[in-house]
């Protein structure tokens, strides 16, 4: 199957500002009602274009100043958010003028003169669910006013985005390469030059590039080739592209995709430095608020391949470097090819080098590696199309080589961005955001201490405005996260017999002077206590295959994020990628796949075997289920739920196939367990592919016994 979209989980977001006048300076209210959509912001001319994380919610905000005063720290706020930037529709200061932002959980930024004068832009983003603006202005003339924000339910780390990056395609085997884009979903392609060939002619773009690349064309950001240039001026690139190609004649420009910016090069006209094009560069990249920076263009300064190195390209590659930049992709040579953190002279430099990544695997017959390079090759390969893939955060990226179906050809890299916040700071988080516990029960919360900025100090943790009669303990009552990683610790509730009412917790982290906060909703149930649950945030010991006996080859039973994907059949969704709670479940093969059939469930059945528990007299469970087919299904493929005591199997729930496609859709199920009451038993999760060959795809979240 093919995945189509991935969906994160959704909160809405409202702006909380407050109206002020100080000076010069207006911070107007933009209220949102609890529970609306997100009202639509406006679109602004002259703007640096901004590509979204998935998940990511959008609102009004207005702070504004000019003129010789000051600014107390006013805030944009989006209350629950992980992360906030805000747009800039002005910024013109004058001499040593600055404005500061500063997220409320983490990262500061001082914006100057230099920043994108007479353009709207997005800034980098903010930790914490507000963003407090500061200004010191003295010159008259100086003013600046912002817009909007954007805001993320996830946390920075995890705000991904995807770009899929290749050159040389089109070409005559770009119809094998276009399939790993769609299966990518990404949010924007970039192109190293040489996209239709063999001279770029308009009539080569309609018949050679569009036919398979066409339908990325929305989301593709291009640079041209030298052959391109094999038609006069590249007409026929700048005609089929139009205003995405940059102003014609020049094919320079850029734009950002979440906190990375891109900048795209024209390396088949001048570039010498003091060039337009390089002065250009220069001003760009000193404009950037964002904390990660690539580059794309056609020429490699660095190759091992027929082409060489080319020195004529030095000029992008010395102002990248001085900027700090991270990644240049490049093409030409049709090869594939990874080099270590870089000068511009090809010494390795691990800390502040630039990585070129070539992929000029698109589509075009392979070159050899018959060159000297002047870099240090840390991958390459001379027989593969494939298509690079960008996962990128605020901090850092992940680059993958992803080839061709029928080739075995990958190769993977990461890297830090050089200008990431790096202050250190924690947040804390709970998971999940709710719990209910039953009078003389228990329950149990997950709570999340995050590092930034490479903090690894004692965090000191406690609850407190539980509910009357709900008792919590957190054990380890203290955490030490590794830098820039993750520590957990478990809030155990406890509630009597005579426990009632409900309550928005507060779970705090304390280390040094510095104290953070996370909201967890407790309510207490009616009597009867909660005997076992799994929201599958967390692995509580599950066990795949735990009798031995499993006989499916792939699509196995995993805990983990499901990534949606979509028949090419009946263009159903079968995989879903959202949960009920959270963004675990338990899937059969979490992973969409790259065709009709690829990762479901195959080859026989598959299970997972919970944790033991006593079943409470009465007992009841509850769970949500999801299971999906084509029409070549039949009775004998399952999706089952079973009570294992002892060795003894029970089936409490089951669903068949049949010759009718079914949809992925997630359901609520409840099963009698009470003939159970009083001993001690597992649930074992199954399901089967089984008799012929079919398309099965299953999953099980947020599972209770009461």
Request: proline share 4%.
């Amino acid at each position: 199957m093919r995945s189509t979209t991935r969906r994160w989980r959704r909160r809405t977001l409202a702006v909380a500002t407050s109206t002020l006048a100080v000076g010069a300076f207006l911070v107007a209210a933009q209220p949102q009602a609890g529970g609306a959509a997100s009202p639509a912001v406006p679109e602004v001319a002259d703007q640096v274009p901004q590509l979204t994380e998935t998940g990511v919610t959008s609102g009004p905000a207005s702070i504004s100043g000019g003129g010789a005063s000051a600014l107390a720290g006013r805030s944009v706020c989006a209350p629950g958010a992980h992360w906030l930037r805000v747009r800039f529709t002005e910024l013109s200061l004058r001499g040593n003028d600055s404005v500061t932002l500063t997220g409320s959980s983490a990262g500061s930024y001082t914006l100057t003169a230099r920043h994108w004068p007479g353009k709207a832009f997005h800034t980098r983003a903010f930790e914490g669910d507000c963003v407090r603006v500061s200004a010191a202005l003295s010159d008259p003339a100086s003013r600046f006013a912002i817009d909007a924000y954007q805001a993320g339910d996830r946390p920075l780390a995890a705000a991904t985005t995807t770009v899929a990056a290749v050159g040389d395609v089109c070409g005559s085997s770009c119809n094998q390469t276009a399939p790993l884009i769609k299966n990518m979903n990404p949010q924007a392609l970039i192109l190293a030059g040489d996209n239709a060939y063999s001279s770029g002619t308009l009539s080569e773009y309609k018949n050679n590039f569009d036919p398979y690349y066409g339908q990325f064309k929305a989301i593709t950001y291009p640079t041209p080739g030298n052959h391109e240039y094999n038609t006069s001026g590249a007409s026929g690139y700048f005609d089929y592209f139009g205003a995405r190609a940059g102003e014609r004649g020049k094919g320079y420009y850029s734009f950002d995709v979440g906190d990375w910016h891109f900048v795209a090069l024209n390396s088949n006209i001048t570039r010498s430095t003091g060039s337009a094009q390089e002065t250009w560069l220069k001003n760009d990249l000193a404009a950037s608020t964002k904390p990660c920076t690539a580059a794309f263009f056609h020429h490699p300064r660095f190759s091992r391949g027929t082409h060489g190195d080319d020195s004529s390209v030095t000029p992008f590659f010395q102002a990248l470097y001085n900027a700090k930049a991270d990644l240049i992709v490049v093409g030409h040579d049709h090869n594939y090819q990874r080099y270590a953190p870089s000068r511009p002279d090809g010494t390795r430099d691990d800390a502040n080098g630039v990585r070129e990544v070539l992929i000029g695997t698109g589509g075009r017959g392979y070159y050899n590696f018959d060159q000297s390079s002047a870099a240090v090759q840390e991958a390459g390969n001379t027989n593969t199309f494939g298509v690079g893939k960008l996962t990128l955060s605020a901090t850092d990226y992940r680059s993958d080589f992803v080839p061709v179906s029928g080739r075995t050809f990958t190769d993977t890299a990461t890297g830090k961005c050089k200008k990431a916040v790096s202050s250190p700071a924690f947040s804390v988080g709970t998971s999940p955001s709710s719990v209910s516990v039953k009078p003389g029960g228990t329950a149990s919360v997950t709570v999340n201490v995050g590092s930034t900025g490479g903090f690894s100090a004692a965090t000191a943790l406690s609850v407190s405005g539980l509910p009357s009669g709900v008792t919590g303990t957190i054990s380890p009552s203290s955490v030490t996260p590794p830098a820039n990683g993750t520590a957990t610790a478990t809030l155990s509730l406890s509630a009597s017999d005579t426990a009632s009412g409900s309550a928005t917790a507060t779970v705090s982290g304390s280390s040094g002077s510095t104290t953070q906060t996370a909201k967890v909703s407790v309510s207490v149930g009616t009597a009867g206590g909660e005997a076992f649950s799994d929201d599958f945030e967390t692995d509580k010991g599950w066990r795949l295959n735990a009798a031995g006996t499993d006989t499916a080859s792939s699509g196995k039973w995993e805990r983990g994020d499901p990534e949606q994907t979509t028949s090419t059949y009946s263009n159903q969704i079968k995989q879903r990628g959202d949960t009920t709670s959270g963004v675990n479940c338990l899937v059969t093969g979490r992973l969409a796949g790259s065709e009709y059939g690829a990762n479901d469930l195959d080859g026989g059945a598959s299970s997972m075997a919970s944790p033991s528990f006593t079943v409470p007299a009465g007992g009841k469970l509850t769970f949500s289920y999801t299971f999906a087919h084509g029409d070549n299904a039949t009775s004998a493929d399952y999706l089952r739920i079973r009570v294992l005591d002892g060795t003894t199997p029970t089936t409490v729930f089951e669903k068949t196939g049949s010759a009718t496609e079914v949809a992925g859709v997630w359901q609520n199920a409840t099963a009698d367990l009470s003939s159970f009451a009083g001993r001690s038993v597992r649930l074992l999760v199954e399901a089967a592919d089984a008799s012929t060959a079919s398309l099965w795809e299953s999953a099980v979240d947020d599972i209770r016994v009461v």
